[in-house]
């Protein structure tokens, strides 16, 4: 067996080097990922489950949201139904099963479990419910991946500051550990937060997203300083509690972009590219693996407070025992990718906060293909090139991706071939970082298992794999072929046909 895989490695590894010589950026290889390499979708609770105020689950700062008048989403919906995934747990299990894939990321309604968002009231037919769907993923041998928090914060909890307030470091520890108790037996990979950037400065900075707070210059850093904290402490919890027995691991998902430098030639574009990838995912990833915010970004901004007159940073700053207790807080990091943008320096200062204190200005290139979603452009070498900035910046982190999609045109129904397309390319370019960089990605999950409630822009932007009446679209054929592959194997050989025509529908 050794021999084999040593084997099979070797002829990967050459194949990949010898088609590297000569391919360009957008070229297709062929190739395998390893073999521990595993394969998702994945979904979040405010946006499927529906029953927002059924058996016991308490009000959260979405529901808050899209019941306000007027609406501050774009079609005025709600996630009351959504895809009414509380009643269809079983289905949805069995649609997870049909795409092939080796796991199911989902995330925790807090409000579900724990109404009051505390650990004094638990709700036992929130631990059912998911209770129920983990059994049922297993029956189906798909292994359940939880997101803890993706976005749906109870609230009573926002009622009290939110994530401003440092009470909800103790009570999103206590939370994770009812979640361990419960969960943890079958369960075997957790990622405490997702995307907590968009939480902080599109719902405590722009106010677009719940709960609805424009407050830029300082808030998102300190909604930021929180989470690091809370997700510190559901890391610790696990790590000291429960781990050796349950065995599992704990990470954080975090979301960017690929920020390619504007003119790749301008030393000024350059620095700003690196800029915006520090503000974006350093951010979180400096904190967790190096104890600290990354130095530019502490540097601008506390430079930045003081010539506003300010005896203290807008930026917090960790004491000796969070930076330790921060420092290491991970098994492993989840990255969720969709798109790239050209940054070069900003040509105005829209002022104090994260926009301006990073001095960049972002935009896309017309030319690259154009989404059902304005800030999302299919640019897959960008995947490649953000994955490799992870790895030389990190020292080589294990990842993985937790979420990548593409949102359909507005024409578009089930024949989705812009999808296609999005995913041969990025899978592709994930390929090529995996077996020619040599970058440490573990795990893939697709973004997402059906079209859903797509936060500010409601049901007009379409994720989904599926409909919401859990129809495949075209691109479920193709994934599935990929997946059962393990990539894209060589179409030369007989019984690899049908791998030809899948790759041939995207060519
Ligand atoms: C949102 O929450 C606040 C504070 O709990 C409450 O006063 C308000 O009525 C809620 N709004 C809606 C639309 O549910």
């Known amino acids: 067996m050794m021999i084999v895989a040593l084997f099979n490695y070797l002829l990967s590894f050459l194949i990949a080097h010898w088609n590297t010589e000569s391919f360009a950026k957008d070229d297709f290889i062929y190739g395998q990922f390893p073999s521990y390499f595993r394969w998702g979708i994945g979904t979040s609770s405010y946006q499927i489950e529906g029953a927002w105020n059924l058996d016991g689950k308490g009000e959260n700062v979405w529901d808050n949201f899209t019941h306000t008048s007027p609406s501050p989403i774009k079609d005025s919906s709600t996630g009351d139904i959504a895809c009414d995934s509380y009643h269809k747990y079983e289905e949805d299990a069995k649609l997870v099963k049909s795409i092939g894939v080796d796991f199911y990321r989902f995330s925790i309604s807090w409000s579900r479990i724990l109404p009051l968002g505390t650990k004094e009231k638990v709700n036992q037919a929130g631990i059912d419910y998911y209770n129920n769907l983990i059994n049922s993923l297993l029956h189906h041998e798909v292994s359940p991946v939880i997101s803890i928090h993706h976005w749906d914060l109870p609230q009573p909890l926002q009622d009290i500051g939110g994530w401003v307030n440092e009470d909800l470091i103790e009570h999103f520890g206590d939370f994770a550990r009812i979640l361990y108790q419960n969960f943890g037996d079958r369960v075997k990979q957790w990622f405490t937060f997702n995307e907590a950037w968009v939480i902080c400065v599109m719902g405590y900075g722009d106010g677009i997203f719940a709960p609805g ?200 129904v089930l024949n989705d071939y812009g999808r296609i397309e999005y995913y041969k390319g990025y899978i592709n370019n994930l390929l090529k970082a995996v077996i020619v960089d040599g970058c440490n990605v573990r795990g893939y999950s697709a973004w997402s298992l059906m079209d859903n409630f797509e936060w500010a822009s409601g049901y007009t932007e379409r994720f989904g794999l599926h409909n919401r009446e859990r129809i495949p679209k075209e691109s479920v054929k193709f994934l599935k072929n990929v997946f059962r592959s393990n990539g894209f194997r060589r179409p030369n050989l007989p019984w690899d046909r049908q791998s030809k025509e899948q790759c041939d529908i995207a060519a």
């Open 213 to 412: 707070i424009k407050e830029i210059s300082e808030t998102p850093y300190k909604c930021i300083h929180t989470i690091l904290k809370a997700h510190a402490r559901a890391y610790r919890i696990y790590d000291e509690e429960f781990k050796s027995q349950q065995k599992g691991q704990v990470g954080i998902t975090i979301d960017s972009g690929w920020l390619e430098p504007s003119d790749p030639n301008n030393p000024e574009d350059i620095e700003a590219s690196e800029r915006a990838l520090q503000f974006k995912f350093g951010m979180f990833a400096s904190p967790i693996v190096f104890g600290k915010y990354p130095d530019i970004v502490r540097k601008r901004v506390d430079e930045r407070s003081k010539q506003e007159g300010r005896s203290t940073s807008r930026l917090p700053s960790f004491d000796k025992y969070w930076t330790d207790y921060i420092k290491g807080s991970y098994d492993i990091i989840g990255l969720n990718h969709y798109s790239s943008y050209l940054v070069t320096p900003a040509s105005s200062d829209p002022g104090p906060g994260w926009y301006g204190d990073q001095d960049t200005a972002t935009s896309q290139d017309p030319s690259w293909p154009e989404t059902g979603s304005t800030w999302l452009r299919p640019v897959p070498w960008g995947f490649r090139k953000v994955l490799n900035w992870i790895k030389n910046t990190y020292n080589n982190p294990p990842l993985i991706v937790t979420e990548n999609g593409y949102s359909d045109l507005p024409n578009v």
